[in-house]
């Protein structure tokens, strides 16, 4: 849903020449979203992007990173798209422990990920072996990522409306990245 009923239109919005197509890969569990726009393609390169294969190259270029605001949505695409919200119900938890993770089988932007979660957002993660997830757990982590960066994935809001807030959390605000 979250595809077709916003990336979708964003993207029309955007380019309105593309005709962005989206196709199951049930075998994989993923969804995928095909554009084909040559425009499109050339605003991603004057951000910085480069030509080719990114599935284990791609990283964000400095002038997405050194621009917070845009930084925060950036962010929050890649979570909304390739995150999840879980919580873990093992018995070691007196009650359900909320966590968000973002798989990527992309090294360095799981990598860099992770450092401006921490650097530009203050928001403690984890990060397994092979750099291929990231892991933001328990619920003061989870609270601070939803008030500072958020999502968009109705999907993601649902879950994330079931955790408890926590007293004092505007102290974790950070007004510079509010909504205009």
Do not use: W
């Not at 390169?45 to 949505?73: D, M, R, V, W």
């Not at 530009?120 to 892991?135: A, K, T």
Request: proline share 5%; hydrophobic share 35%; net charge positive.
């Amino acid at each position: 849903d979250y595809l077709k009923n916003k990336i979708y239109l964003v993207i029309k919005k955007n380019f309105p020449e593309a005709n962005p197509r989206i196709f199951k890969r049930p075998e994989e569990n993923t969804v995928r979203v095909i554009v084909y726009s040559k425009r499109m393609v050339e605003f991603f390169l004057s951000l910085g992007f480069k030509f080719g294969n990114k599935s284990k190259t791609a990283f964000l270029p400095n002038e997405l990173i050194y621009n917070t605001a845009q930084l925060k949505y950036i962010i929050r695409g890649l979570f909304d798209t390739d995150g999840s919200i879980f919580f873990d119900q093992r018995k070691t938890y007196s009650q359900p422990y909320p966590r968000i993770c973002l798989n990527l089988k992309n090294p360095p932007l799981i990598n860099q990920t992770h450092i401006l979660l921490k650097e530009r957002f203050g928001i403690n993660s984890r990060m397994n072996f092979d750099q291929s997830r990231i892991q933001i757990n328990g619920r003061k982590n989870v609270l601070i990522f939803q008030y500072r960066v958020g999502f968009s994935n109705e999907r993601h809001l649902t879950k994330i409306r079931k955790i408890k807030p926590l007293e004092g959390l505007s102290d974790f605000k950070d007004t510079s990245l509010e909504d205009i």
